[in-house]
Protein backbone atom coordinates (compact mmCIF):
# COMPACT_ATOMS: atom_id res chain seq x y z
CA UNK A 1 0.00 0.00 0.00
CA UNK A 2 1.14 3.53 -0.98
CA UNK A 3 1.76 6.12 1.43
CA UNK A 4 -0.35 9.00 1.33
CA UNK A 5 0.63 12.33 0.80
CA UNK A 6 -0.70 13.76 4.31
CA UNK A 7 2.14 16.07 5.58
CA UNK A 8 3.99 14.29 8.41
CA UNK A 9 0.77 13.94 10.37
CA UNK A 10 1.82 10.35 11.25
CA UNK A 11 5.37 10.97 12.48
CA UNK A 12 3.64 14.04 14.40
CA UNK A 13 1.02 11.86 15.83
CA UNK A 14 4.04 9.21 17.00
CA UNK A 15 5.74 11.75 18.56
CA UNK A 16 2.83 13.34 20.54
CA UNK A 17 2.03 9.42 21.76
CA UNK A 18 4.84 8.66 22.93
CA UNK A 19 5.35 12.13 24.59
CA UNK A 20 1.83 11.01 26.35
CA UNK A 21 3.64 7.78 27.38
CA UNK A 22 0.88 5.87 25.72
CA UNK A 23 1.02 2.63 23.15
CA UNK A 24 -0.68 2.39 20.12
CA UNK A 25 -3.43 0.56 21.51
CA UNK A 26 -4.02 2.80 24.29
CA UNK A 27 -4.30 5.76 22.48
CA UNK A 28 -6.98 3.65 19.96
CA UNK A 29 -8.66 3.15 23.03
CA UNK A 30 -9.07 6.48 24.02
CA UNK A 31 -9.73 7.85 20.96
CA UNK A 32 -12.14 5.23 19.91
CA UNK A 33 -10.56 3.66 16.76
CA UNK A 34 -9.04 0.21 15.86
CA UNK A 35 -5.42 -0.37 16.81
CA UNK A 36 -4.55 -1.32 13.54
CA UNK A 37 -6.42 1.75 11.80
CA UNK A 38 -4.31 4.06 14.09
CA UNK A 39 -1.39 1.83 12.84
CA UNK A 40 -1.92 3.20 9.43
CA UNK A 41 -2.07 6.79 9.81
CA UNK A 42 0.59 6.53 12.15
CA UNK A 43 2.31 5.35 8.69
CA UNK A 44 0.75 7.24 6.34
CA UNK A 45 -1.18 4.62 4.81
CA UNK A 46 -4.14 6.14 5.53
CA UNK A 47 -5.89 9.74 5.89
CA UNK A 48 -8.28 10.10 8.50
CA UNK A 49 -11.33 11.87 8.43
CA UNK A 50 -11.79 15.50 10.98
CA UNK A 51 -13.53 13.55 13.46
CA UNK A 52 -11.27 11.11 13.53
CA UNK A 53 -8.42 13.29 14.17
CA UNK A 54 -10.72 15.11 16.88
CA UNK A 55 -11.05 12.12 18.87
CA UNK A 56 -7.40 11.46 18.68
CA UNK A 57 -6.58 15.62 19.45
CA UNK A 58 -8.78 14.97 22.86
CA UNK A 59 -7.00 11.49 23.54
CA UNK A 60 -3.72 13.01 23.27
CA UNK A 61 -4.58 16.74 25.29
CA UNK A 62 -3.60 18.40 22.34
CA UNK A 63 -5.20 20.85 19.67
CA UNK A 64 -7.45 19.10 16.64
CA UNK A 65 -6.49 22.27 14.66
CA UNK A 66 -2.53 21.39 15.00
CA UNK A 67 -3.84 17.96 13.50
CA UNK A 68 -6.00 19.73 10.96
CA UNK A 69 -3.20 21.64 9.64
CA UNK A 70 -0.87 19.24 10.07
CA UNK A 71 -3.33 16.55 7.82
CA UNK A 72 -3.95 19.59 5.03
CA UNK A 73 -7.38 20.09 6.32
CA UNK A 74 -7.08 23.50 7.63
CA UNK A 75 -4.38 26.10 6.73
CA UNK A 76 -2.14 27.84 9.07
CA UNK A 77 -3.59 31.22 9.51
CA UNK A 78 -7.05 29.35 9.83
CA UNK A 79 -5.57 27.07 12.42
CA UNK A 80 -4.21 30.44 14.43
CA UNK A 81 -7.34 32.19 13.97
CA UNK A 82 -9.68 29.29 15.27
CA UNK A 83 -7.00 28.88 18.25
CA UNK A 84 -7.40 32.75 19.46
CA UNK A 85 -10.93 32.10 18.91
CA UNK A 86 -10.76 29.34 21.46
CA UNK A 87 -8.63 30.93 24.07
CA UNK A 88 -11.54 34.10 23.89
CA UNK A 89 -13.82 31.86 24.04
CA UNK A 90 -12.44 29.33 26.88
CA UNK A 91 -11.43 32.27 29.08
CA UNK A 92 -13.16 32.01 32.42
CA UNK A 93 -11.93 35.51 33.74
CA UNK A 94 -15.00 37.13 31.38
CA UNK A 95 -18.42 37.13 30.78
CA UNK A 96 -20.27 36.29 27.79
CA UNK A 97 -21.06 39.37 26.57
CA UNK A 98 -17.24 40.30 27.13
CA UNK A 99 -16.20 37.60 24.43
CA UNK A 100 -18.38 38.43 21.61
CA UNK A 101 -17.59 42.05 22.03
CA UNK A 102 -13.76 40.90 22.02
CA UNK A 103 -14.38 38.48 19.03
CA UNK A 104 -16.60 41.60 17.57
CA UNK A 105 -13.21 43.76 17.82
CA UNK A 106 -10.65 40.83 16.61
CA UNK A 107 -13.16 40.16 13.60
CA UNK A 108 -12.77 44.01 13.03
CA UNK A 109 -8.74 44.18 12.87
CA UNK A 110 -8.47 41.33 11.02
CA UNK A 111 -10.91 42.75 7.86
CA UNK A 112 -8.92 45.77 8.45
CA UNK A 113 -5.73 44.44 7.95
CA UNK A 114 -6.62 42.32 4.95
CA UNK A 115 -8.00 45.17 3.24
CA UNK A 116 -4.72 47.16 3.77
CA UNK A 117 -3.09 43.84 2.47
CA UNK A 118 -4.95 44.01 -0.44
CA UNK A 119 -4.63 47.90 -1.06
CA UNK A 120 -0.69 47.30 -0.44
CA UNK A 121 -0.52 44.58 -3.18
CA UNK A 122 -2.01 46.23 -5.26
CA UNK A 123 -0.09 49.30 -5.13
CA UNK A 124 2.99 46.90 -5.65
CA UNK A 125 1.83 45.62 -9.24
CA UNK A 126 3.57 46.62 -11.56
CA UNK A 127 2.29 48.35 -15.03
CA UNK A 128 -0.48 49.86 -13.17
CA UNK A 129 0.08 53.56 -13.59
CA UNK A 130 -1.92 55.51 -15.64
CA UNK A 131 -1.45 55.68 -19.16
CA UNK A 132 -1.36 59.37 -19.01
CA UNK A 133 0.97 59.63 -16.16
CA UNK A 134 4.27 61.60 -17.16
CA UNK A 135 7.51 59.20 -17.04
CA UNK A 136 9.66 59.24 -13.78
CA UNK A 137 13.08 59.79 -15.51
CA UNK A 138 11.78 62.68 -18.31
CA UNK A 139 12.51 66.04 -17.47
CA UNK A 140 9.82 68.26 -16.72
CA UNK A 141 9.38 71.79 -18.89
Known amino acids: MASLNVGNLGEYLREQRR ?3 LSLRQLADA ?20 EVLQQ ?6 ISAETLYVRAGILDEKEREELETRAVILADPS ?9 LQIYDSFRKENAAEAA ?3 DAETPGDAPA ?7 PLK
Open 132 to 138: DAPDAEA
Open 31 to 50: AGVSNPYLSQIERGLRKPSA
Open 119 to 121: VAA
Open 94 to 102: INERQKQVL
Open 19 to 21: TAQ
Open 56 to 61: VAKALR
